[in-house]
């Protein structure tokens, strides 16, 4: 199976780590973000790869070369201005070849979400991975007048967020934008047609690299086995 990992973005909340790289080779736990994103996928049986570069992309393809390293196929496609991720899978389209399903991934995230239940929930266009919300704040519960418990920066399981990993067929295709974005251009006609599906997790590991903080709380969940064991 194929996977594009979207790795355009310039990382501006991550600055200065992203002054001389691009986000997806910021090293996280011993090795890079993209390594990680490959070596998870790579377990699920995904062999091959495109990856769309665009801020540092001189970087990124260095780097990652042909592939062999990681003991992927490899293709990379340049975005030479921002298309947004719905332009950037267009921009992919040929690299893709005939493929009939595909995983996408943004190009931040660390997770080990279990990839067949993901691939098996897509019976439509395209189906969203879902992670549970974890609140940034402490919660109060009260009531009436009266505080009766604190919760500290708890999981909402009742609110889900996009995760950022979707497996997709070809059908998608006839959808994407020349420039635009997934989340407000593709997957809201979608899911208004009926055509968007999801698999929830609630129990597994999810985090989005995008600022500073997250960054070293990652690292640390990497290099404590919390992630993959």
Known sequence: MKAVILAGGEGRRLRPLTNDKPKSLLVVGGKPIIDWQIEWMKSYGVDSFVVSAGYMKDALIGYLGTGARLGIELSFVVENEPLGT???IKNAVSALGGTEKFIVANGDII??????ELIASCKDVASVSLS???STFGILDTDGDKVIGFREKPVLKEYWLNAG????SKEVFGYLPDKGSLEYDVFPQLAKKGLLDCMKYGDSYWRSVDTMKDFEEVGVDL???LVYE
Do not use: E, R, W
């Open 86 to 88: 719905g332009g950037a």
């Open 165 to 168: 990993i979707y497996v997709m």
């Open 132 to 134: 549970p919300l974890k």
């Open 223 to 225: 290099n404590n086995n």
């Open 111 to 116: 997770t080990n979400l279990d990839l067949k």
